[in-house]
């Protein structure tokens, strides 16, 4: 599976963005997706993940009542809106594929994900 980013940019606090995470391959349905983020000098975070259905997901405390993930398995493509932004959510934003199988809230952990995208930067402006 190959994973690509894209709807990164600047922003004032306050706003939205919402990142998209293309997927290559037939597969995009059988993975549960996920969205991490890296600022410059910390450790990569766990931001959001999404089973197969898009029936279940979980959130990291910071994204939770502000960021939505989706997916549309017809387009392979999973979504995170990002609403009511904060300069603490400038990081590079990465996307991830990884096997079912687990319970949905153990998907907050990077060695679930077995395919990762290229980050997308986002920058939010105080």
């Known amino acids: 599976v190959q994973l690509q980013a894209s709807g990164g940019g600047l922003v004032q606090a306050g706003g939205s963005l919402r990142l998209s995470c293309a997927a290559s391959g037939r597969t995009f349905s059988s993975y549960v997706m996920g969205w991490f983020r890296q600022a410059p000098g910390k450790e990569r975070e766990f931001v959001a993940a999404?089973?197969?259905?898009?029936?279940?997901?979980h959130y990291a405390n910071s994204a939770k009542g502000r960021f939505t993930i989706s997916r549309d398995n017809a387009k392979n493509t999973v979504y995170l809106q990002m609403n009511s932004l904060k300069p603490e959510d400038t990081a590079a934003y990465y996307c991830?594929?990884?096997?079912?199988?687990?319970?949905?809230?153990?998907?907050?952990?990077?060695?679930?994900?077995?395919?990762w995208g290229q980050g997308t930067q986002v920058t939010v402006s105080s």
């Open positions: 991830a594929a990884g096997g079912q199988g687990y319970i949905i809230s153990s998907y907050s952990v990077a060695g679930r994900y077995d395919y």
């Open positions: 999404i089973n197969w259905n898009g029936g279940s997901t």
